[in-house]
């Protein structure tokens, strides 16, 4: 089993910037892709910006130049930096994982319980 916990949200003003951490923790795993997705309120869920084992990234266009995506596999964390914060990224932010557990076939997905991020104007 893999749990992922999210810590780094706050309240920031426009223009600044905040730093989010995900860190995973259980045993008998093995984390492949990563990533950030936020939900802002009476909107759908939305991917932010993804990355592979390899270091491989992806960005929404919204945020592409302003979030930068990065991870520590040998720590299982997963950090979203982000600067030049509009009112538009106000939403709760949550990491994500897809696993393989050791002895078991097929990949699994996992979530946290996500983070309040709000920025003001």
């Known amino acids: 089993q893999v749990q992922l916990v999210e810590s780094g949200g706050g309240l920031v003003q426009a223009g600044g910037s905040l730093r989010l951490s995900c860190a995973a923790s259980?045993?008998?795993?093995?984390?492949?892709?990563m990533g950030w997705y936020r939900q802002a309120p009476g909107a759908q869920r939305e991917s932010v910006a993804v990355?592979?084992?390899?270091?491989?990234?992806t960005y929404a266009d919204s945020v592409k130049g302003r979030f930068t995506i990065s991870r520590d596999n040998a720590k299982n964390t997963v950090d979203l930096q982000m600067t030049s914060l509009k009112t538009e990224d106000t939403a709760v932010y949550h990491c994500?994982?897809?696993?393989?557990?050791?002895?078991?076939?097929?990949?699994?997905?996992?979530w946290g319980q996500g983070t309040q991020v709000t920025v003001s104007s």
């Open positions: 259980g045993s008998d795993f093995t984390i492949n892709a």
């Open positions: 994500y994982a897809g696993a393989l557990l050791w002895g078991y076939e097929g990949a699994y997905e996992y």
């Open positions: 990355i592979s084992r390899s270091g491989t990234t």
